[in-house]
């Protein structure tokens, strides 16, 4: 079944992607793995083998933009879990949902009623979903909440710490 991996930058999904071929390519050395980053880079054929990978099954995560998980691969994500092959959305940089959209992306505005139809469209099992940042405030941890789900369904686990900066 797939993950759905909703990042902010291409660059990230890249670099995510790359990380976990290898992890899947140590554990299944004999498997053949589509794209797992799905961006504006890729070329038609390899769109293709995203998408067929997707309707067969065999997808086992993608890292996209919220652009594409609410635009062009929408349909085919509300079909998986239509289909019990979506186990899990993850959110990352979730702050971004609140902080941005109106002028600036505003497809992050759009990934809760995206959520919301998955959840509907699940055949058997719920869809987990991961909203995952380092700099949630109270407040935006609120307004997540609301937006992402029932509040008695909805878990926070927080670890909030100092960091040291770059230098």
């Given at each position: 079944?797939l993950?759905?991996?909703?990042?902010?930058?291409?660059a990230?999904?890249i670099d995510?992607?790359?990380?976990?071929?290898?992890?899947?390519?140590e554990r299944f050395?004999?498997r053949?793995?589509?794209?797992?980053a799905f961006?504006?880079g890729l070329n038609?054929?390899?769109?293709q083998?995203?998408?067929r990978?997707?309707r067969n099954?065999v997808q086992?995560?993608?890292?996209?933009?919220?652009?594409n998980?609410?635009g062009?691969?929408?349909?085919?994500?509300?079909?998986?879990a239509?289909?019990?092959?979506?186990?899990h959305?993850i959110?990352?940089e979730?702050?971004?949902?609140?902080?941005?959209?109106?002028?600036?992306r505003p497809?992050f505005?759009?990934?809760p009623?995206?959520?919301r139809?998955i959840?509907?469209r699940?055949c058997t099992?719920?869809?987990?979903v991961v909203?995952a940042?380092?700099t949630?405030?109270a407040?935006?941890?609120?307004?997540?909440?609301?937006?992402?789900?029932?509040?008695e369904?909805t878990?926070?686990?927080?670890?909030i710490?100092?960091?040291?900066?770059p230098?």
């Open positions: 079944s993950t759905l991996a909703i990042v902010a930058t291409v990230l999904a995510q992607a790359d990380r976990m071929r290898h992890l899947l390519q050395p004999h053949e793995l589509p794209s797992l961006h504006g038609l054929e390899q769109r083998a995203v998408w990978a997707i099954g086992p995560v993608l890292f996209t933009s919220p652009e998980a609410t062009s691969l929408r349909d085919l994500i509300e079909q998986s239509a289909e019990g092959r979506l186990d959305v959110i990352d979730a702050h971004l949902v609140v902080g941005w959209g109106n002028g600036f497809a505005q759009l990934l009623a995206l959520v139809a959840r509907e699940a099992k719920a869809v987990r909203l940042s380092a949630l405030t407040s935006t941890t609120d307004t997540l909440r609301r937006l992402f789900g029932a509040p369904k878990y926070v686990v927080a670890a710490h100092l960091r040291p900066e230098r």
